[in-house]
């Protein structure tokens, strides 16, 4: 039977959001080293991530010096209005361009 | 961005996400939703855009190179789900006073008193819909959940709806869960905020306002409509100032603007719902999102000649960083600005024989800006590189219209095309006074859906009067 506020000046409410559908996922494995390991670059094209990325490089260079990388040139803009199709399409792109591990940028 | 993340990582890529400082909170909560609470992110200290080049390098070689590299060669922490309520479970017995502070604390209210959502009460919604209770219409950004029937009753109880709102409530759930929408950047740091455009006969029989002061609060229907619209987002979405609604300074709710569809049934013109792909008569909502709006005050003139400049110059006014929806800072074509014409307006220009086509014609050719803005607020002002508009041109991104000089003072279009203008008729009937709304492209596209009745609409809604 339904439950009723009361007359007393009670209420029995409920909760107003939905059932989460997101299981949690684990991570994918992470890499042993980036020497030799090829990384790919996603920008959503705000923040002067360009700068970003081209001091990224020079720095993760400098500690692993068999490092490769993907420009976000490949991709694209992550943050457009066929952001799902392109997102969708990134499993299959990196297998051809042999990309191992990926830095996503700027905003959330 | 971390939806990317979250591909890569589901895919078997490890990734490491760079965030600036002060979105750390939104990825975090983010991240929940996307069902990876532990996705790996590296700071960009402070804020690019207020960093010189050389400040941001040494941020970067300081700060972010390292985390990015932890984050790529470290296993992440395992992490655990909090078990929530089911719908139906009661959460809460208090007074009034207890109940609206538990749902405050929860950051489930935005403020203001909310009715307590209680069984019986909900039940009342759940009546004037034939839908299932449990119909999950659709599941939605940034926290994945599932948008139900039920759930909307809840939020249409607690923002003081009537329970015969409810159809129109489950039409927006609806609108919400169109991937078109994207409801998914309702947190993006302009804090637009959605319009929602009623058409139909229910604007009527429910007693929305149609005319003067159709923008203000004061009309329940409206009202309580547009308070609907921010609970959902905030419970059914999970958007959350301080947390996942990262709007910068932000907007309250608006409240819903109905149609006046007796004078543009009388003008001859075709209502909103039309321009959206339905029927005259249908009963409708549509929305979209919005990032500021302006009056243009004592629009003077017998003719549409008369009255179109000064109408075209405050449309593109309104307009500014925003045409990068147009030009392609962000994407191409998705700008879609809104100019509300009172009655009296509309009706001049229908007697001279101007269709709604030929006011949105008239926009497409005047409402413009000079070329030399727009590549200002992409190249110089703002952060939205596009080159320049004769390179898009040349691209073949945009239409000629964008260069068909190189003068930076000629006058280029805001938007690619005359119907991406929203002309919508409504507020006081017999004042020359005209309304505009700059658009937030397709991080809050216009999407419209039909209000569908329960069987027993017409005996309940007799019943209710």
Known sequence: MAKKSTADGQYEVVWPSGERKQALQPLAKRLDTLNGKTIAQLWDFLFAGDEVFSQLEQELRAQYPQVKFVSWREFGSTHTVNEKELLASLPLRFKELGVDAAISSMAC | ?465
Not at chain 2, 153 to 165: F, S
Not at chain 2, 273 to 284: E, I, K, P, W
Not at chain 2, 400 to 407: I, L, P, T
């Open chain 2, 1 to 465: 961005m971390l939806r990317a993340s979250e591909v890569c990582e589901r895919a078997g890529f490890p990734t490491s996400s760079l965030v600036c400082e002060g979105f750390l909170g939104q990825a975090a909560a983010t991240s929940v939703g996307l069902g990876m609470p532990n996705l790996a992110v590296a700071m960009i200290p402070g804020h690019p855009g207020a960093q010189s080049m050389e400040e941001l390098r040494a941020n970067v070689a300081q700060v972010t190179a390292q985390q990015v590299i932890d984050n790529l060669l470290n296993e992440p922490e395992a992490q655990e789900q909090r078990p929530e309520p089911a719908a139906r479970d009661i959460v809460f017995r208090g007074s009034f006073e207890e109940v609206n502070a538990f749902f405050y604390e929860r950051q489930w209210s935005d403020g203001l008193p909310i009715v307590p959502p209680s069984i019986d009460k909900i039940e009342q919604f759940l009546s004037f819909t034939d839908r299932d209770r449990d119909e999950v219409l659709g599941i939605v950004l940034p926290e994945s959940r599932a948008v139900t029937i039920w759930a909307v009753a809840v939020n249409g109880v607690m923002a003081g709806c009537r329970p015969e709102y409810m159809p129109i409530l489950v039409a927006l759930a609806e609108a919400m869960s169109d991937p078109m929408y994207g409801v998914e950047h309702s947190g993006n740091t302009p804090g637009a905020e959605t319009l929602i455009i009623l058409n139909g006969p229910i604007i009527k029989e429910l007693g929305f306002n149609f005319e003067q002061g159709v923008l203000r609060d004061g009309f329940m229907p409206n009202t309580s409509v547009g308070r609907f619209w921010r609970l959902a987002l905030r419970n059914m979405a999970g958007f959350l100032p301080h947390k996942t609604d990262k709007g910068s300074f932000g907007n309250t709710f608006r409240v819903v603007l109905a149609e006046n569809e007796d004078a543009i049934a009388k003008m001859g013109w075709l209502p909103n719902s039309v321009d959206m792909g339905f029927a005259a008569g249908d009963n409708t909502v549509t929305i979209t999102r919005l990032t500021g709006g302006g009056v243009m005050a004592s629009v003077t003139g017998s003719t549409p000649e008369q009255m179109m400049p000064y109408l075209s110059d405050g449309v593109a006014k309104q307009t500014s960083w925003e045409i990068v929806f147009t030009v392609g800072g962000i994407t191409y074509g998705t700008l879609r600005p809104v100019l509300i014409l009172t009655p009296i307006l509309a009706q001049t220009m229908a007697r001279a024989g101007w269709s709604k086509d030929d006011v949105k014609r008239h926009l497409f050719e005047h409402a413009r800006m000079p070329a030399w803005r727009v590549e200002a607020y992409t190249e110089q002002w703002a952060d939205f590189p596009i080159v320049s508009l004769k390179h898009q041109v040349n691209l073949g991104r945009l239409p000629r219209a964008f260069a068909e000089s190189d003068d930076p003072n000629r006058l280029v279009p805001i938007v690619l095309q005359p119907d991406d203008f929203m002309v919508l008729v409504s507020g006081d009937p017999l004042r020359t006074n005209a309304y505009t709304f700059a658009h937030n492209g397709y991080l809050g596209f216009p999407t419209a859906k039909k209000i569908n009745l329960p069987a027993d609409w017409a005996s309940r809604i007799k019943a209710e009067r």
